[in-house]
C-alpha cells in the first residue's frame, strides 16, 4: 500500500492535564458541595411531584409565557418528574468529571482470528464431526431431514389458519340493493333530492333494521358521499348521467387507493381529495382520478327516488369498492 | 467500616458463591473510549427502558379491545359517544388516571426519541466505517433493530383506536390486501374477517408488548454484547492505533458517566412530556371508516413510506382477470425491502468493492472516505424527499404552497436529488481533504498580516501542532483495486464483466487528495 511513503509519525497521546480539583482541596470541597446541590434540586423536583400529585386538582390552569395556558396539575407533575430525574443525572456526571480519575487508560486490542494452529483444529474438528456423523456419505439421511423440517415448518402456518375466515367475495359485496334507502350519517333519516341544496355534500348510509348497532366493517364498504350540482355541470356519458338523480350524484367514499374516506370536497373546483394520499377525483367526470396514486375513479352508485320521493339506490355497486385486491377483476 | 470496606465485602461475597472474581476482575476495568457520538447508542438504550417502564404503566389501564361502549368518562365533548373500549380506556388513562397523560406522553416521546436516536446512531456508524470487519454482524442486529423499531412504533400508535390510528391501520391493511396473489386472504386472517373487526387490536396488543419487547431485548443483548467482546471503536489521533482502546475505566468513570446520563435522557423525555402536547387522541375521536381528519400523518419514522406511497404514479395492471397494484405494491414492499436490504449488506458489497478483508477499529473521518459519505448523503437525501412528500399537506397549509406542485417537485426530487448530493458530498470531501493537506503543510492561517519591505502584504502562517498533523494524514489511503479483464493471451477472462465493475467502484471508492507525507514536510523545509 502507501508504506513506502514515510507517514509523518505519532507523536503519543498527549500529556495529562490535572484538573484544579485533583491537587486543590479547596476546590475538590467545592466540586463536592456542587454535586450535593445537584443532588438536591433532584429532591425538590420529587417534592413538586409530589405535591402536585397530592394537592394540586386537575382542573386548575395557570397562565405560564409562551406556553399559555397550562393545566397546573399536569404541568407539577412533568416538571417535578423531569427536575428529579435530570438532576440525579447531572450529580452523577458533574461527580465523574470533576472527582474522578480523568486519566485516559490504555487497553489493548488483539486481533479476534486465532492462533493458526487453533484455526487449523477448530476446522479440522468440525470436519471431523461431520465426517463421523456421515453427513457428506449419508445423503438420504440428510435429504429426509430437509424435507422433514422443510414440512414441519407447516405446522405452525397451519395453525394459524384460524385467524379469520375465508375471505370468499366479501370484498366485492356491500349492503347497497336495489330499492335501499339512503340515510344520513349520523342520524339514519331517510332523505329527500329537495334536503340537499346545489352545492351540497352528504354522507349517507344504506338504511339497515337496526342502525344502533351497525357494524364499522360495513360502514367500511358502505359509506356514500352525495353531491349535487346542477345537472348541466356534469360531464357525463348518458349511462353515468343515468345514474344520477337531479343533478345529485353518489360516489364511494371509500378511496380506490389504500381505503381512506375520501371526505374533502373542493366546492368551487368540484374536485373531491383524499387526506391519506391526496387522490383528487373529478366529480363532473364520475369520479375520475385527475392527481394522485389512486388508479381508478371512486365507484358510482345508481340513484334515483321511491314513490315517496325518498332517495333509493336503484342498483348494488357494479364493482367492488374500496383499495385493490388481486382478484378484484375475476369475477 | 468505610463505604469501601463494605463493597469490597459486597465483592468477597459474590466470588466466594460464584467465583467470578477474574471475570468481574477485567471486566470492570474495561476501558470506554469516550466521544459524544458515542452517546447516540446510549440514548436509545436509554429509551427502550424508558419505554418498557412507561408501557408498563399504561398496561395496567390499557384495554386492547375493540368491543363497542358509551363514553361515560371526564371528558365532556365525547360524552355519549360509541367508541371502542381501547379508545374509551385511553381517554380514562388521559384524564382520570392522574400522571397517566404524562406517562402517555412520556410513552410516545420516548418512542419518537428511541427511533431518532437510532437513526441519529446508524449514521454515526456508516459515516465513520463502524460496520467494517469484525462490526458486520452487529451491524446486521442494528439494521434489524431499525426495522424492528418502525413496526412496534407503528403498532404502538395503532393502539388507541382514535381516528388517526385508524386510518394508519386502514393504510396497513391495504398494502397487505395488495400483496399478489395471497393479499386479500392475508388480510381477512389479521384482521378476522373484514375490516376492521374486533380482533385486530388484541392481536397486535400481544404482539406489542410480548413478541417485539421480546426480540428487542434478545438482539439489543446480542448487540451490547457483541460490543462489548469486540471492544468499542474509537477515533483516530495521536496515541490511537488499531491495537489499543484508549479511554476511561467501566469503573467507576463510565458507570457513573452511562448511568447519569440515562437519568438525563429521562428527565428530558420527561420536561418534553410535562411541556410538549403529543398524540391528543381526544381531539381525535373514535375510529370509524366513514370519517377522516385533514392532514393525517404517520409519526415520522413512518413518514418516508407514507411519502413514497402519496409519490407513485397511478399504476395498476390488470391480468386476466387479475389486478396488481403497482401504486402500493412499489413504494409500500418493493422499494423499503430493497433499501433495507441494501442497507443491511452494504458493509459486504464495501468489503467487496475495496477487497480490503483486514479488521478494523479505528473509526474514518467522514472525509477520508468520499465515496461512502457521498452513498450515505444520497441516502440522507432520498429519505428526506420521501419525508417532505409524506408531509405535503401540512407543507402546504403553512407555507401557501400547491400540494400537486410540491408531489410533482417531490416525484421528480426523488430521482434529481439523491445523485446531486452524491457529486456534491464527493466534492466536499475531497476539499476537506484538500484543505487538511494546505493546513499540514502550510499551517494555519493566523489572521496576522506582515508588509514586506518591498510592500508586499502576506499572512504569516504558523505550523499546526505534531498531534493535529498527525490526525491529519494518519488515515491509510489504499489504492484501487486492479482486475484483470482479460488474461496473458489477451483473451477476456470468465467474470471479467464483474472484475470490471468491481474495478470501477473500486476507482470510484479510492478516489482521495494524497495525503502529506513526513518526506512532504522535509522538502518543504529546506
Same mark, same amino acid.
Given at each position: 500500500?502507501?508504506?513506502?511513503?514515510?507517514a509523518?509519525?505519532?507523536?503519543?497521546?498527549?500529556?495529562?492535564?490535572h484538573?484544579?480539583?485533583?491537587?486543590?482541596?479547596v476546590?475538590?470541597?467545592?466540586?463536592?458541595?456542587?454535586?450535593?446541590?445537584?443532588?438536591?434540586i433532584?429532591?425538590?423536583?420529587t417534592?413538586?411531584l409530589?405535591?402536585s400529585?397530592?394537592?394540586?386538582?386537575?382542573d386548575?390552569?395557570?397562565?405560564?409565557? %409562551?406556553?399559555?395556558?397550562?393545566?397546573?396539575?399536569?404541568?407539577?407533575?412533568?416538571?417535578?418528574?423531569?427536575?428529579?430525574?435530570?438532576?440525579?443525572?447531572?450529580?452523577?456526571i458533574?461527580?465523574?468529571?470533576t472527582?474522578?480519575?480523568?486519566?485516559?487508560?490504555?487497553?489493548?486490542?488483539?486481533?479476534?482470528?486465532?492462533p493458526?494452529?487453533?484455526?487449523?483444529?477448530?476446522?479440522?474438528?468440525?470436519?471431523?464431526g461431520?465426517?463421523?456423523?456421515?453427513?457428506?456419505r449419508?445423503?438420504?439421511?440428510?435429504?429426509?431431514l430437509?424435507?422433514?423440517?422443510?414440512?414441519?415448518?407447516?405446522?405452525?402456518?397451519?395453525l394459524?389458519?384460524?385467524?379469520?375466515?375465508?375471505?370468499?367475495?366479501?370484498?366485492?359485496?356491500?349492503?347497497?340493493?336495489?330499492?335501499t334507502?339512503l340515510?344520513?350519517?349520523?342520524?339514519?333519516?331517510?332523505?329527500k333530492?329537495?334536503?340537499l341544496?346545489?352545492?351540497a355534500?352528504?354522507?349517507?348510509?344504506?338504511?339497515?333494521e337496526?342502525p344502533?348497532h351497525?357494524?364499522?366493517s360495513?360502514?367500511?364498504?358502505?359509506?356514500v358521499l352525495?353531491?349535487?350540482?346542477r345537472?348541466?355541470?356534469?360531464?357525463?356519458d348518458?349511462?353515468?348521467?343515468?345514474?344520477?338523480?337531479?343533478?345529485?350524484?353518489?360516489?364511494?367514499?371509500?378511496?380506490?387507493?389504500?381505503?381512506?374516506? %375520501?371526505a374533502?370536497?373542493?366546492?368551487?373546483?368540484?374536485?373531491?381529495l383524499?387526506?391519506?394520499?391526496q387522490?383528487t377525483?373529478?366529480v363532473?367526470?364520475a369520479?375520475k382520478?385527475?392527481?394522485?396514486?389512486?388508479?381508478?375513479?371512486?365507484?358510482?352508485?345508481?340513484i334515483? %327516488?321511491?314513490?315517496?320521493?325518498?332517495?333509493v339506490?336503484?342498483?348494488?355497486?357494479?364493482?367492488?369498492?374500496?383499495?385493490?385486491?388481486?382478484?378484484?377483476?375475476?369475477r | 467500616?468505610?463505604a469501601?470496606?463494605?463493597?469490597?465485602?459486597?465483592?468477597?461475597?459474590?466470588?466466594?458463591?460464584t467465583g467470578?472474581a477474574?471475570?468481574m476482575?477485567?471486566n470492570?476495568q474495561?476501558?470506554f473510549?469516550?466521544?459524544w457520538?458515542?452517546?447516540?447508542?446510549?440514548?436509545?438504550?436509554?429509551?427502550?427502558?424508558?419505554?418498557?417502564?412507561?408501557?408498563?404503566?399504561?398496561?395496567?389501564?390499557?384495554?386492547?379491545?375493540?368491543?363497542?361502549?358509551i363514553?361515560?368518562?371526564?371528558?365532556?365533548?365525547?360524552?355519549?359517544?360509541k367508541?371502542?373500549?381501547?379508545y374509551?380506556?385511553t381517554?380514562?388513562?388521559?384524564f382520570?388516571?392522574?400522571?397517566?397523560?404524562?406517562m402517555?406522553?412520556i410513552?410516545?416521546w420516548?418512542?419518537?426519541?428511541?427511533m431518532?436516536?437510532?437513526?441519529? !446512531?446508524?449514521?454515526?456508524?456508516?459515516?465513520?466505517?463502524?460496520f467494517?470487519?469484525?462490526?458486520?454482524?452487529?451491524?446486521?442486529?442494528?439494521?434489524?433493530?431499525?426495522?424492528?423499531g418502525?413496526?412496534?412504533? /407503528?403498532?404502538?400508535?395503532?393502539?388507541?383506536?382514535?381516528?388517526?390510528?385508524g386510518?394508519?391501520?386502514?393504510?396497513?391493511e391495504?398494502?397487505i390486501?395488495?400483496?399478489?396473489?395471497?393479499?386479500?386472504y392475508?388480510?381477512?386472517?389479521?384482521?378476522?374477517?373484514?375490516?376492521?373487526?374486533?380482533?385486530?387490536?388484541?392481536?397486535?396488543?400481544?404482539?406489542?408488548v410480548?413478541?417485539?419487547?421480546?426480540?428487542?431485548?434478545?438482539?439489543?443483548t446480542?448487540?451490547?454484547?457483541l460490543?462489548?467482546?469486540?471492544? !468499542?471503536?474509537?477515533?483516530?489521533?495521536?496515541?490511537?492505533t488499531e491495537?489499543?482502546?484508549?479511554?476511561?475505566?467501566?469503573?467507576?468513570?463510565y458507570?457513573?458517566?452511562?448511568?447519569? /446520563?440515562?437519568?438525563?435522557?429521562?428527565?428530558?423525555?420527561?420536561?418534553?412530556?410535562?411541556?410538549?402536547?403529543?398524540?391528543?387522541i381526544?381531539?381525535?375521536?373514535?375510529?370509524?371508516?366513514?370519517?377522516?381528519?385533514?392532514?393525517?400523518?404517520?409519526?415520522?419514522?413512518?413518514?418516508?413510506?407514507?411519502?413514497?406511497v402519496?409519490?407513485?404514479?397511478?399504476?395498476?395492471?390488470?391480468?386476466? *382477470?387479475?389486478?396488481v397494484?403497482?401504486n402500493?405494491?412499489?413504494?409500500? @414492499?418493493?422499494?423499503?425491502?430493497?433499501?433495507?436490504?441494501g442497507?443491511?449488506?452494504?458493509?459486504?458489497?464495501?468489503?467487496?468493492?475495496t477487497?480490503?478483508?483486514?479488521?478494523? !477499529? @479505528?473509526?474514518?473521518?467522514?472525509?477520508?472516505?468520499?465515496?461512502?459519505?457521498?452513498?450515505?448523503?444520497?441516502?440522507?437525501?432520498?429519505?428526506?424527499?420521501?419525508?417532505?412528500?409524506?408531509g405535503?399537506?401540512?407543507?402546504a397549509?403553512?407555507?401557501?404552497?400547491?400540494?400537486?406542485?410540491?408531489?410533482?417537485g417531490t416525484?421528480? *426530487?426523488? /430521482?434529481?436529488?439523491?445523485?446531486?448530493?452524491?457529486?456534491?458530498?464527493?466534492?466536499?470531501?475531497?476539499?476537506?481533504?484538500r484543505?487538511?493537506?494546505?493546513?499540514?503543510? !502550510?499551517?494555519?492561517?493566523?489572521?496576522?498580516?506582515?508588509?514586506?519591505?518591498? *510592500?508586499?502584504?502576506?499572512?504569516?502562517h504558523?505550523?499546526?501542532?505534531?498531534?493535529?498533523?498527525?490526525?491529519?494524514?494518519?488515515?491509510?489511503?489504499?489504492?484501487?483495486?486492479?482486475?484483470?479483464?482479460?488474461?496473458?493471451?489477451?483473451?477476456?477472462?470468465?467474470?471479467?464483466?464483474?472484475?470490471?465493475i468491481?474495478?470501477?467502484?473500486?476507482v470510484a471508492?479510492?478516489?482521495?487528495i494524497?495525503?502529506?507525507?513526513?518526506?512532504?514536510l522535509?522538502?518543504?523545509?529546506?
Amino acid at each position: 500500500m502507501s508504506n513506502e511513503i514515510e507517514a509523518i509519525k505519532d507523536p503519543g497521546l498527549p500529556a495529562h492535564v490535572h484538573r484544579k480539583a485533583d491537587h486543590d482541596p479547596v476546590a475538590a470541597k467545592r466540586a463536592e458541595r456542587q454535586v450535593a446541590i445537584l443532588f438536591g434540586i433532584s429532591a425538590l423536583g420529587t417534592l413538586l411531584l409530589i405535591f402536585s400529585y397530592s394537592f394540586i386538582p386537575d382542573d386548575v390552569f395557570i397562565f405560564i409565557p %409562551v406556553m399559555g395556558e397550562q393545566n397546573a396539575h399536569q404541568l407539577g407533575l412533568g416538571l417535578g418528574m423531569a427536575i428529579s430525574l435530570f438532576f440525579i443525572g447531572m450529580g452523577a456526571i458533574h461527580w465523574a468529571k470533576t472527582l474522578m480519575p480523568d486519566q485516559e487508560v490504555i487497553a489493548h486490542r488483539h486481533e479476534f482470528r486465532s492462533p493458526d494452529s487453533d484455526r487449523k483444529e477448530f476446522v479440522q474438528a468440525v470436519k471431523d464431526g461431520a465426517g463421523a456423523a456421515g453427513l457428506g456419505r449419508r445423503s438420504l439421511i440428510k435429504r429426509s431431514l430437509g424435507a422433514a423440517l422443510g414440512l414441519s415448518a407447516l405446522s405452525p402456518i397451519l395453525l394459524l389458519r384460524d385467524l379469520g375466515p375465508l375471505p370468499g367475495n366479501e370484498l366485492e359485496k356491500t349492503t347497497w340493493k336495489a330499492g335501499t334507502h339512503l340515510v344520513t350519517d349520523p342520524g339514519n333519516r331517510r332523505i329527500k333530492a329537495s334536503d340537499l341544496e346545489v352545492g351540497a355534500v352528504a354522507q349517507v348510509l344504506p338504511e339497515i333494521e337496526d342502525p344502533e348497532h351497525r357494524h364499522l366493517s360495513d360502514i367500511a364498504k358502505d359509506a356514500v358521499l352525495l353531491i349535487r350540482l346542477r345537472p348541466d355541470e356534469f360531464n357525463l356519458d348518458a349511462d353515468r348521467l343515468a345514474m344520477t338523480h337531479e343533478g345529485i350524484i353518489a360516489f364511494s367514499k371509500i378511496c380506490s387507493h389504500m381505503g381512506c374516506a %375520501v371526505a374533502l370536497y373542493e366546492q368551487q373546483t368540484k374536485h373531491l381529495l383524499c387526506p391519506c394520499h391526496q387522490s383528487t377525483f373529478d366529480v363532473t367526470r364520475a369520479a375520475k382520478v385527475i392527481f394522485g396514486p389512486a388508479a381508478r375513479p371512486l365507484p358510482q352508485l345508481d340513484i334515483t %327516488v321511491d314513490g315517496e320521493g325518498y332517495l333509493v339506490a336503484r342498483n348494488p355497486f357494479s364493482e367492488p369498492v374500496g383499495p385493490s385486491f388481486w382478484e378484484r377483476d375475476s369475477r | 467500616m468505610t463505604a469501601e470496606a463494605r463493597l469490597g465485602q459486597v465483592a468477597n461475597y459474590v466470588d466466594e458463591r460464584t467465583g467470578a472474581a477474574a471475570w468481574m476482575k477485567k471486566n470492570l476495568q474495561k476501558v470506554f473510549p469516550d466521544h459524544w457520538s458515542f452517546l447516540l447508542g446510549e440514548v436509545a438504550l436509554y429509551s427502550f427502558i424508558i419505554l418498557l417502564l412507561s408501557g408498563t404503566f399504561l398496561t395496567f389501564w390499557f384495554d386492547p379491545s375493540q368491543r363497542e361502549v358509551i363514553y361515560e368518562g371526564s371528558y365532556a365533548p365525547l360524552e355519549g359517544i360509541k367508541m371502542s373500549a381501547a379508545y374509551a380506556s385511553t381517554l380514562h388513562i388521559s384524564f382520570e388516571v392522574r400522571g397517566g397523560l404524562l406517562m402517555r406522553q412520556i410513552h410516545h416521546w420516548a418512542a419518537l426519541i428511541f427511533m431518532a436516536a437510532i437513526v441519529a !446512531h446508524l449514521m454515526r456508524v456508516f459515516f465513520t466505517g463502524a460496520f467494517r470487519k469484525p462490526r458486520e454482524g452487529n451491524w446486521i442486529i442494528g439494521v434489524g433493530l431499525l426495522t424492528l423499531g418502525i413496526v412496534e412504533g /407503528f403498532l404502538g400508535y395503532s393502539l388507541p383506536d382514535d381516528l388517526l390510528s385508524g386510518t394508519g391501520i386502514r393504510i396497513a391493511e391495504a398494502i397487505i390486501q395488495a400483496i399478489p396473489v395471497v393479499g386479500s386472504y392475508l388480510a381477512y386472517f389479521a384482521f378476522g374477517g373484514a375490516f376492521p373487526g374486533e380482533a385486530f387490536i388484541p392481536r397486535i396488543y400481544t404482539v406489542h408488548v410480548l413478541l417485539l419487547p421480546g426480540a428487542f431485548l434478545a438482539l439489543i443483548t446480542a448487540h451490547l454484547m457483541l460490543v462489548w467482546y469486540q471492544k !468499542h471503536t474509537q477515533y483516530p489521533g495521536p496515541g490511537r492505533t488499531e491495537k489499543n482502546v484508549v479511554g476511561y475505566p467501566l469503573m467507576p468513570v463510565y458507570m457513573a458517566k452511562a448511568g447519569g /446520563f440515562f437519568f438525563i435522557v429521562f428527565g428530558v423525555i420527561a420536561f418534553l412530556s410535562a411541556v410538549a402536547s403529543i398524540n391528543p387522541i381526544w381531539l381525535y375521536g373514535p375510529y370509524t371508516p366513514g370519517q377522516i381528519s385533514a392532514g393525517s400523518q404517520p409519526d415520522w419514522y413512518m413518514g418516508w413510506l407514507d411519502g413514497l406511497v402519496r409519490m407513485a404514479p397511478p399504476l395498476e395492471s390488470h391480468y386476466f *382477470g387479475y389486478t396488481v397494484s403497482w401504486n402500493i405494491l412499489i413504494p409500500g @414492499l418493493i422499494v423499503p425491502g430493497i433499501l433495507f436490504t441494501g442497507m443491511a449488506l452494504y458493509p459486504f458489497i464495501e468489503s467487496w468493492i475495496t477487497g480490503d478483508k483486514r479488521e478494523h !477499529h @479505528l473509526l474514518d473521518r467522514p472525509r477520508n472516505a468520499p465515496n461512502r459519505t457521498a452513498l450515505g448523503a444520497m441516502s440522507i437525501t432520498f429519505m428526506i424527499v420521501a419525508l417532505i412528500n409524506g408531509g405535503n399537506d401540512l407543507i402546504a397549509t403553512h407555507f401557501d404552497l400547491s400540494i400537486n406542485q410540491i408531489m410533482w417537485g417531490t416525484r421528480f *426530487g426523488i /430521482f434529481i436529488l439523491p445523485p446531486i448530493a452524491f457529486v456534491v458530498t464527493k466534492r466536499l470531501c475531497l476539499s476537506l481533504q484538500r484543505a487538511d493537506r494546505e493546513l499540514v503543510l !502550510h499551517g494555519r492561517e493566523t489572521g496576522r498580516l506582515l508588509r514586506l519591505p518591498h *510592500g508586499e502584504f502576506v499572512e504569516v502562517h504558523e505550523p499546526i501542532s505534531p498531534e493535529k498533523a498527525y490526525l491529519l494524514t494518519s488515515h491509510e489511503q489504499a489504492p484501487a483495486l486492479e482486475l484483470p479483464e482479460v488474461d496473458g493471451r489477451g483473451v477476456k477472462r470468465a467474470g471479467a464483466i464483474r472484475n470490471k465493475i468491481r474495478s470501477r467502484m473500486s476507482v470510484a471508492h479510492s478516489e482521495a487528495i494524497p495525503k502529506v507525507s513526513a518526506d512532504d514536510l522535509k522538502e518543504i523545509e529546506h
